[in-house]
């Protein structure tokens, strides 16, 4: 994944990138943001986690992932060939996203208008949690909610098909 994202990076000619991954909507307004600085990176936290197929959808505060980065080109560029040294190195630690345990500083989180949906299914990287129970480290389903109606999106649960063939 990493050296999918490097080359996408090298092919782009963009000042700022948006990091997108096929198996999320992404809305409108997620596009609808202008980054401050080079040097810091940005994450979209405005996410449901929706179960494929039954649309089930889970919110936790603050869920920084790949999906949501933005930030410039350079910064990117730097982050992933010094990423993929690391693990050529000293192999794979299941860490994504610039942060303390792939040692750079965390992104600066903001929230487009509306939410995106990451939608869960059985080959995502990595895995899904559908109770706060799951979590071992219950920090991270803090703000645990769960729903079948997004904001932008009305109700997902039982029409996710739907929504996937409006794309």
Not at 43 to 65: A, E, S
Not at 86 to 93: A, K, P, S, Y
Not at 114 to 123: A, E, F, M, T
């Amino acid at each position: 994944m990493h050296k999918q994202v490097l080359a996408g990076l090298e092919a782009s000619k963009a000042d700022w990138v948006f990091l997108c991954e096929s198996d999320v909507l992404y809305h409108p307004s997620h596009f609808v943001f202008s980054p401050v600085s080079p040097n810091e990176f940005y994450c979209n936290v405005n996410v449901w986690r929706t179960r494929y197929p039954d649309g089930h959808c889970v919110w936790t505060d603050d869920l920084q992932q790949v999906s949501g980065y933005c930030a410039s080109r350079q910064l990117l560029l730097d982050f992933y060939k010094e990423r993929i040294d690391t693990i050529e190195r000293d192999g794979f630690n299941r860490h994504y996203e610039p942060g303390p345990k792939t040692g750079r500083s965390m992104a600066i989180n903001w929230m487009s208008a509306y939410p995106n949906l990451d939608i869960r299914h059985s080959n995502t990287l990595t895995g899904s949690k559908w109770s706060p129970d799951e979590f071992r480290n219950k920090m991270y389903a803090q703000g645990w909610k769960e729903a079948s109606e997004v904001p932008g999106w009305g109700v997902v649960e039982g029409r996710l098909e739907q929504l996937l063939t409006r794309i």
